[in-house]
């Protein structure tokens, strides 16, 4: 069974950082996309950040050049380093892969992590 688990959530002042990790884990083949989504009460879940294997980064307008995104992919894992918190950043953050199964090599499956909290709050 594929998973991916996050860690890094918590409770940090405005202007402060925080990172976030994702590992994946299970039988798998390949990663082929790795990103973050995130989503704030009331509120749709949004693209925060993606990168695809070997490809440039993605980031939504709202994070650029505050949030970076970046992959190990021997360890199968994804970071995100999130620095100039703003109150707006807070809401769940998920962790989201394209996966390629070591039991089903025709096709790359999406996956979700559980989701890992972040609360930017004076």
């Known amino acids: 069974q594929v998973q991916l688990v996050e860690s890094g959530g918590g409770l940090v002042q405005p202007g402060g950082s925080l990172g976030l990790s994702c590992a994946a884990s299970g039988s798998i083949l390949s990663i082929d996309a790795m990103g973050w989504y995130r989503q704030a009460p009331g509120k749709q879940r949004e693209l925060v950040a993606t990168v695809a294997s070997g490809g440039a980064a993605n980031y939504a307008d709202s994070v650029k050049g505050r949030f970076t995104i970046s992959t190990d992919n021997a360890k199968k894992m994804v970071f995100l380093q999130m620095s100039s918190l703003k109150l707006e950043d807070t809401a769940v953050y998920y962790c989201?892969?394209?996966?390629?199964?070591?039991?089903?090599?025709?096709?790359?499956?999406?996956?979700w992590g559980q989701g890992t909290q972040v609360t930017v709050s004076s």
């Open positions: 989201h892969a394209e996966i390629t199964n070591m039991h089903d090599v025709t096709r790359s499956i999406p996956y």
